[in-house]
C-alpha cells in the first residue's frame, strides 16, 4: 500500500535544532498550505508539544483548526490581507492577529472590529522588495495615522518579507529600509510592536536579521537550498512496494514516448506512482526572459549531468529511473539488483506535492 511517511524523530530533531538556532527569539511556525502538506492535525499538536505557541496561517479554515487544535493561549497571525469584513470578522472573532497590508484593509479592520464591538490585533505588512502586498516605506507618514485614527485596530508588530534569502546583497537592502521605515515610525512616536522578517533561508543564512521573531516554514521540514547548509534532515518520502518486475530485451523501450531504451537486458522493477501522486513533478516557473530561459538550461543541464532528478531507493541503493514517470507508475532500474515483487521502495516527494496517498507520522 502507497503511503506517505513522517520520520517523528527527523520532525523532532529538525524542531530542536531551530529552537537551538533561535535562542530566546520567538519562532512563528507557517503552517500554510495545511502545514507545507504536511497536515495540520498532525503538526501543530506536535508544534504545541514542543513549545511552540505562535503559527502564521494564510486561509481562515487553517486559523479555526489551529484555533481547535492548539487552543485559545496561542497566538494566530494571518498572513493573508483581507479587506473583507466578513472574513475580518471570523477573524476576530477568533482573536487571529491580523495583517494589513494596505489603507483599504486598515479601514475594513476598524469598521469590523467597531461593529463587533472589539477590538482587532494586526500587525502591518511592509514591501521593501517583495512586491506583492504592503506598504511601501515611502508611505510611513499614512502608516502613522492607522496608529492615531484607528481606535479599534491595535498594531502589535510589523513585518516584511524577503524575496530571495539566498541572495545577501538584495536581502540586506530590504532589511535597510524595513529598518528606517521602523525608525521614522518611531520617531513619529509609533509603536511598531514586534518586527520580524526572516523566513526560514534568511533566519539560517543572517542570525543579525532575527529581530523579534522569526517565520519558518520549509525549515521544519529540511528542504532548503543548498547554500543554506545546516544540519536538518530531509522530511517525508512515499514508501511503495514493486508490484512487478518486467524484463527488457536489448533495443525494447519503457513508458510513453519510448523515451529510454535498453542496450542490454535490463530488469525493471514497476511502482504503482507516480505524477498523479506528484512524483516527479517540480514547481516550475516559466522563463520570462531570454536570460531567464538560458538560466532555466542551466539548471535542466545540471540536473541531467549530477543525476540529480527525482531518486528512488530499493533494497539499500538509488535506482536510475528509466523513460518517463506516467501518471500511476515508475520503472526503476535494477538490474543490477536483488530485487523481489513486494520489496519496499522509497521515493523522494515533497510534502507539498504529494496528492492521494496517506499520510503516517511514525
Ligand atoms: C510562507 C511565508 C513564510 C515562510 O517561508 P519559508 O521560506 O517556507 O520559511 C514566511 N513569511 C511569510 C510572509 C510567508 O508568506
Not at 502608516?143 to 546583497?169: E, K, L
Not at 524595513?178 to 525608525?183: G, N, P
Not at 521544519?220 to 545546516?230: E, F, H, I, N, V
Amino acid at each position: 500500500m502507497e503511503r506517505y511517511v513522517i520520520k517523528k524523530q527527523d520532525l523532532l530533531h529538525n524542531i530542536q535544532l531551530i529552537q537551538a538556532k533561535a535562542g530566546t527569539i520567538p519562532v512563528w511556525a507557517v503552517v500554510k498550505g495545511n502545514a507545507y502538506g504536511l497536515g495540520l492535525q498532525h503538526m501543530v499538536p506536535l508544534f504545541c508539544s514542543q513549545g511552540i505557541d505562535r503559527f502564521c496561517v494564510s486561509e481562515l479554515h487553517e486559523a479555526q483548526l489551529v484555533r481547535s487544535l492548539a487552543g485559545s493561549s496561542v497566538s494566530i497571525l494571518m498572513l493573508q490581507p483581507s479587506s473583507d469584513p466578513a472574513m475580518l470578522a471570523a477573524l476576530i472573532e477568533l482573536d487571529v492577529i491580523c495583517s494589513i497590508s494596505s489603507w483599504e484593509n486598515a479601514i475594513a479592520l476598524n469598521q469590523t472590529a467597531l461593529s463587533l464591538g472589539k477590538m482587532a490585533s494586526a500587525h502591518l505588512k511592509i514591501d521593501t522588495g517583495m512586491g506583492r502586498y504592503g506598504f511601501a516605506p515611502e508611505q510611513w507618514q499614512q502608516i502613522s495615522t492607522i496608529f492615531t485614527y484607528f481606535d479599534a485596530v491595535s498594531i502589535i508588530g510589523t513585518y516584511t518579507h524577503f524575496a530571495a534569502a539566498c541572495n545577501r546583497t538584495q536581502t540586506m537592502r530590504q532589511h535597510s529600509r524595513f529598518s528606517q521605515l521602523l525608525e521614522q515610525l518611531r520617531s513619529a512616536g509609533c509603536n511598531p510592536g514586534e518586527c520580524h522578517c526572516c523566513n526560514s533561508a534568511a533566519f539560517l543564512l543572517y542570525p543579525q536579521l532575527h529581530m523579534d521573531g522569526v517565520r519558518i516554514g520549509s525549515a521544519w521540514l529540511g528542504r532548503m537550498a543548498d547554500s543554506c547548509k545546516s544540519d536538518l534532515r530531509r522530511i517525508g518520502r512515499c514508501e511503495s512496494q514493486v508490484v512487478e518486475l518486467h524484463h527488457l530485451a536489448p533495443g525494447c523501450s519503457t513508458g510513453y514516448g519510448s523515451t529510454w531504451t535498453a542496450v542490454r537486458p535490463t530488469t525493471l522493477a514497476i511502482l504503482p506512482v507516480g505524477w498523479y501522486h506528484g512524483f516527479g513533478t517540480q514547481r516550475s516557473h516559466p522563463p520570462h526572459s531570454f536570460r531567464s530561459c538560458l538560466s532555466e538550461g542551466r539548471t535542466l543541464l545540471r540536473t541531467y549531468l549530477r543525476h540529480s532528478g527525482p531518486t528512488v531507493e530499493l533494497n539499500g541503493q538509488q535506482c536510475p529511473i528509466r523513460g518517463r514517470i506516467g501518471m500511476y507508475h515508475t520503472a526503476v532500474d535494477v538490474t543490477s539488483l536483488s530485487c523481489h515483487v513486494g520489496d519496499t521502495a522509497y521515493l523522494d516527494l515533497n510534502p507539498l506535492m504529494q496528492k492521494g496517498l496517506p499520510i503516517i507520522l511514525n
